[in-house]
Nanobody, 122 residues
Framework: QVQLVESGGGLVQAGGSLRLSCAAS????????MGWFRQAPGKEREFVAV????????YYTDSVKGRFTISRDNAKNTVYLQMNSLKPGDTAVYYC???????????????WGQGTQVTVSS
């Protein structure tokens, strides 16, 4: 079983940056694909980015390509989401998730964190 705890959210002005972290428990972290999702009020949870267990392969939703970077440090059991050039439309609760499969579909992920709020003001 994997337990996930996100941190790093907050309030930032448009154009600013934040780095989210997701710390995982367990000794098998390096065998999981790790994803970031977000959910804005009144909207469905949407895929943001995913990274392979090795960190070599990454995938992003089109709206964040070139602005967000997902990375991981398997020695620290942590996955990161560096968010630059933030826009008000990026405002949401951000969740990290873990699964043994490479997927962008939220309901296919087995493990979730509690989420961290990101608010981007205009």
């Amino acid at each position: 079983q994997v337990q996930l705890v996100e941190s790093g959210g907050g309030l930032v002005q448009a154009g600013g940056s934040l780095r989210l972290s997701c710390a995982a428990s367990g000794r098998t972290f390096s065998t999981y694909f790790m994803g970031w999702f977000r959910q804005a009020p009144g909207k469905e949870r949407e895929f943001v980015a995913v990274i392979s267990w090795s960190g070599v392969n990454t995938y992003y939703t089109d709206s964040v390509k070139g602005r967000f970077t997902i990375s991981r440090d398997n020695a620290k059991n942590t996955v990161y989401l560096q968010m630059n050039s933030l826009k008000p439309g990026d405002t949401a609760v951000y969740y990290c998730a873990a699964d043994r499969r490479l997927t962008t579909i939220y309901h296919e992920y087995d493990y979730w964190g509690q989420g961290t709020q990101v608010t981007v003001s205009s």
